[in-house]
């Protein structure tokens, strides 16, 4: 099969996940044989350009044509047999569905957030969830900033989620919801659902698995509000204050909240932090951890982190709400928290550093879960059912003489 794979790289300063996503499955599918290419953008450049150029970028939020005009030529060119979309913000812009439908070649598309329904793609505001735009008009989130905190930021995600929902849904053949979680949200905003499948990401087997009770627990991800960062840090205080659990935390990433959380680790035996891992170093880290702490305030799509942890062998604690609650089973093969409760978490980080050989049965079990539903085996054959589905589906439609382009993604802008 030959697949072309689209993709806005976030900045790499931070650790993204999916850049990691795309990463993996690129190598997943070249490995089984699969013919891949690329068509990316990368945040990082914007940077480089002028200040004329920068100021341009939140133009082609909504559209921007030149991507149009050079994916269909490279689409009519290399006649791939399906394109895979994952992140069009900011620089690729919906116009990459435009060019599918220009070329006549099927898209499917991975959704990683909530941008479809929610223009920051978080659910979120001010620590808290919220649906105010979910299946209505985005002008909530403008009035309230709810990109970086700037009415001006938000406008063009706005603008972009206003102009191109129809276009989303006319010109993709298969949307990839990455839990179930997701797709409910998704489905109950609005979305056809018979659009929407459910394919959880898979995460290569690390080959490193815990081998001891373990020395740490972990927190690797953004440095950032919405993972739960500054829930984390009151209840390690909480801990703190009771003498603590026995071993340290370990607090790995960048983000907004760096210079907040590198002040509060400073001069603390209990706590360290230690930047942005690389992938072997993240891998070394978790299969040394007691547990992996995810304690996001926000409605996880995903949680790589989770998986991760489960094919190391080693529990998590994460919040009880999102995609979570399919991926760790309570009890089990981790602990949940009651979301943005200081006490809850303090709580399950406390339980589940008290009984070591309790935490070493919900390791086993979580290496058990994830060879059952995450592996690279599982994760191929989901990847490649929807590449068919979609190309039997475009080939249906086109024999039938009506394609969904013709009514949206082919229109002129």
């Excluded at 190598?27 to 480089?48: C, K, N, P, W, Y």
């Excluded at 150029?53 to 290399?78: C, D, H, I, S, Y």
């Excluded at 990459?96 to 505001?125: E, F, I, K, M, S």
């Excluded at 209505?136 to 603008?159: E, I, K, Q």
Aim: charged share 20%; proline share 6%.
């Amino acid at each position: 099969m030959h697949v072309l794979v689209v993709h806005n790289r976030y900045a790499s300063a931070q650790p993204s996940g999916e850049n990691k996503v795309v990463d993996q499955e690129v190598e997943l599918l070249r490995a089984a044989g699969h013919r891949v290419g690329m068509f990316e953008r990368r945040s990082d450049t914007i940077a480089t350009r002028s200040l004329m150029g920068k100021v341009a970028v939140p133009l082609l939020v909504p559209w921007n044509p030149a991507v149009r005009a050079e994916l269909a030529a490279r689409l009519r060119t290399e006649r791939p047999d399906v394109v895979h979309v994952h992140n069009v913000f900011p620089l690729l812009s919906p116009a990459v569905l435009a060019a599918c439908a220009d070329a006549g070649v099927p898209a499917v598309a991975t959704l990683h957030n909530y941008t479809q329904v929610c223009p920051p793609g978080t659910l979120q505001r001010d620590g808290r969830p919220c649906t105010e735009c979910v299946g209505s008009t985005p002008l909530p989130a403008v009035r309230h900033g709810c990109y970086r905190n700037s009415r001006l930021a938000t406008v063009p995600l706005a603008l972009s989620l206003s102009v191109n929902r129809r276009r989303w849904w006319s010109g993709v053949e298969r949307f990839f919801c990455i839990s179930a979680a997701q797709r409910d949200v998704l489905v109950r905003a609005g979305m056809p659902a018979e659009l929407l499948a459910v394919k959880h990401n898979f995460v290569p087997d690390p080959g490193a698995r815990r081998e001891s009770a373990g020395e740490h627990l972990l927190y690797l991800g953004r440095l950032a509000e919405a993972k739960g960062v500054r829930l984390l840090m009151a209840a390690w205080d909480e801990l703190a204050a009771s003498g603590g659990v026995g071993v340290p935390l370990v607090i790995a990433g960048t983000g907004p909240l760096e210079r907040e959380v590198t002040a509060w680790a400073a001069g603390r035996d209990d706590v360290r932090y230690v930047g942005l891992y690389d992938t072997a170093e993240c891998q070394k880290a978790i299969a040394r951890s007691v547990a992996v702490v995810a304690p996001s305030t926000w409605l996880e799509a995903f949680g790589l982190v989770v998986v991760e942890a489960m094919a190391a062998g080693v529990p998590t604690v994460a919040a009880g709400h999102g995609a979570f609650v399919e991926l760790v089973e309570d009890g089990v093969t981790g602990l949940l928290h009651r979301p943005g409760e200081v006490a809850s978490l303090a709580d399950c980080m406390r339980r589940i550093t008290a009984e070591p050989a309790r935490n070493q049965e919900m390791g086993q079990a979580a290496r058990r879960s994830y060879e059952q539903g995450f592996s690279p085996a599982v994760g191929l054959e989901r990847l490649v059912e929807g590449y068919r589905t979609a190309i039997a589906g475009r080939s249906a439609l086109v024999r039938g003489g009506d394609t969904r382009a013709s009514r949206g993604d082919g229109e002129s802008k």
